[in-house]
């Protein structure tokens, strides 16, 4: 079965960090692209960045490009979001995902609140 | 960025009856592949998002025969035959030809 486990969200104040994680498993990992959707309380979705398989290619969203970083390990499996500078406008609920949301984990909140 | 519309946005339907969702995207969706990366997905409410349709009209598995994609170019529908309480929730297209992928505003389908 396919699982995709987040962890790593929380409270920040404005111009914080925060790095989630996301551990998966049942599937091909090395094989996958991955991404990051998140979704801000009461809206809609919003597609955050993009990795290729093996950690060469990253896409960005203009709103966090320059502030997010998204990285992979293939040998533990794992997907990451740093996350910098940090605003108000990026309190959201992210969601890990395989693929273009082929599978989608259940969600870490991030509030960035003083 | 390609903006993708829904209409309705909201939509009430009786249960047993049909619905149909539209979504237009401000550009052709067609890849240089030729395939058109266009996926409609379900968020009923507390839950993550669920992928239904994938590239305009292939279901994905475990994924009732009721629901049902078609289109090409610019305009796509999600059809519902037959409308069960398990089906409410906020339904989103989105395109994944074009970097940013984007998604449409959602269309909540709620029961009458």
């Not at chain 2, 009923?44 to 629901?67: A, C, T, Y």
């Not at chain 2, 035959?81 to 505003?105: K, L």
């Amino acid at each position: 079965e396919v699982q995709l486990v987040e962890s790593g969200g929380g409270l920040v104040q404005p111009g914080g960090s925060l790095r989630l994680s996301c551990a998966a498993s049942g599937f091909t990992f090395s094989g996958s692209w991955m991404a990051w959707v998140r979704q801000a309380p009461g809206k809609g979705l919003e597609w955050v960045a993009n990795i290729n398989r093996d950690g060469s290619a990253k896409f960005y969203v203009d709103s966090v490009r320059g502030r997010f970083t998204i990285s992979r390990d293939n040998a533990k499996n794992s997907l990451y979001l740093q996350m910098s500078s940090l605003r108000a406008e990026d309190t959201a609920v992210y969601y890990c995902s395989k693929g273009s949301l082929d599978v989608c984990a259940q969600g870490t909140v991030v509030t960035v609140s003083s | 960025d390609v903006v993708m519309t829904q209409s309705p946005l909201t939509l009430p339907v009786t249960l047993g009856q049909p619905a149909s969702i539209s979504c237009r995207s401000s550009q052709s969706l067609v890849h240089s592949d030729g395939d058109s990366y266009l996926h409609w997905f379900q968020q009923r409410p507390g839950q993550s998002p669920r992928r239904l349709i994938n590239k305009v009209s292939n279901r994905e598995s475990g994924v009732p025969d009721r629901f049902s994609g078609s289109g090409s170019g610019t305009d796509f529908t999600l059809k519902i035959s037959r409308v069960e309480a398990e089906d409410v929730g906020v339904y989103y297209c989105m395109q994944g030809t074009y970097w940013p992928h984007t998604f449409g505003q959602g269309t909540k389908v709620e029961i009458k």
